[in-house]
């Protein structure tokens, strides 16, 4: 079997006219016919049924171009990988992810993302929300994961999921036998939380204002440093659901956060005018997250 019998194969197939496939690849009908039935022999079946109309393949002709698909798509990805290398290397794309989903696009995300389009070269950084957006407004990363909203409305959004919000308090603190907490509760106390490089810093700070208060808060620019507060002072923090199940520290009580605005809205961020040539891998985004 050789790789041109294949691609004839293939051909007629999808043709359905062994003419057809021959004016195609400018080959002559004969050496078509000759080239398909030296598979048949080796093979020992009938791969086509000829008819006045044309070709139809067996069953076994059924099977084989199943596989021949698959032989021909690794010849495509191999010419496509050493024609990338002669151009100077492969395509490399470069994607932004805001720092705080590291949960969710870690190294395990990022190895099945790379499995899925492997004649590419995926560059991850991870930066904060504003930071993306001015990049990817600027063309200097090609998609962004980051948080709603928006401030750049000239970017194109997909939505990924939604990731709720909790409180953490001290063990001791007064609100710690709550099931729930809403911004009610939690107004006046002291309050860690992410700092302005997060959005959600700005949307928390809009409803203070919308309600007439300012609240005292600690602006952390990492999780971590927020438990260690809430740990240190009297204080209510921020974090997300997820974390909950990770971070297991017995003076901590993590509290849903009952609100219109606690919750994460992950997005896929990309300029406008590429949004086309990167959409694959904004579809494969919350697939792959499933796995």
Not at 7 to 26: E, G, H, P
Not at 121 to 140: C, F, G, K
Not at 212 to 218: E, K, Q, R, S, T
Not at 273 to 283: I, V
Request: net charge negative; charged share 20%.
């Amino acid at each position: 079997m050789e790789l041109r019998q294949i691609q004839y194969f293939d051909a007629v197939f999808r043709d359905t006219s062994i003419s057809k496939a021959a004016q195609n690849l400018f080959v002559t009908q004969q050496c078509i016919s000759k080239q398909i039935s030296m598979l048949e022999k080796e093979f020992g079946v009938a791969l086509l049924k000829r008819n006045p109309n044309g070709v139809t393949p067996t069953e076994e002709g059924l099977w084989f171009q199943e596989h021949a698909a698959m032989i021909l798509q690794i010849e495509q990805d191999i010419q496509t990988h050493y024609e990338m290398l002669r151009k100077g290397g492969p395509d490399v794309v470069r994607i932004g992810v805001s720092n705080g989903l590291n949960l969710f696009f870690d190294d395990t995300f990022f190895h099945r993302l790379r499995a899925a389009h492997s004649e590419q070269m995926i560059q991850v950084s991870y930066m904060w929300n504003r930071q993306i957006e001015e990049m990817i407004e600027r063309n200097e990363l090609d998609i962004g994961i980051s948080l709603l909203p928006v401030q750049n409305d000239s970017l194109y959004v997909k939505k990924l999921f939604t990731e709720q919000l909790c409180c953490i308090v001290n063990s001791h603190h007064k609100l710690a036998g709550y099931e729930t907490l809403h911004f009610e509760d939690i107004m006046r106390e002291h309050i860690a939380m992410a700092d302005e490089n997060y959005n959600t810093f700005h949307s928390f700070m809009a409803r203070c204002k919308a309600q007439g208060v300012m609240p005292d808060i600690y602006k952390a620019s990492d999780l971590m440093s927020i438990y260690v507060y809430v740990l240190n002072h009297d204080a209510v923090g921020f974090s997300l659901n997820t974390f909950a199940d990770r971070f297991q520290i017995h003076q901590i009580r993590h509290i849903l956060y009952e609100d219109a605005g606690g919750v994460w809205d992950v997005c896929a961020l990309l300029n406008e005018k590429c949004k086309n040539r990167f959409s694959a891998y904004t579809n494969d985004f919350s697939t792959l997250l499933l796995l």
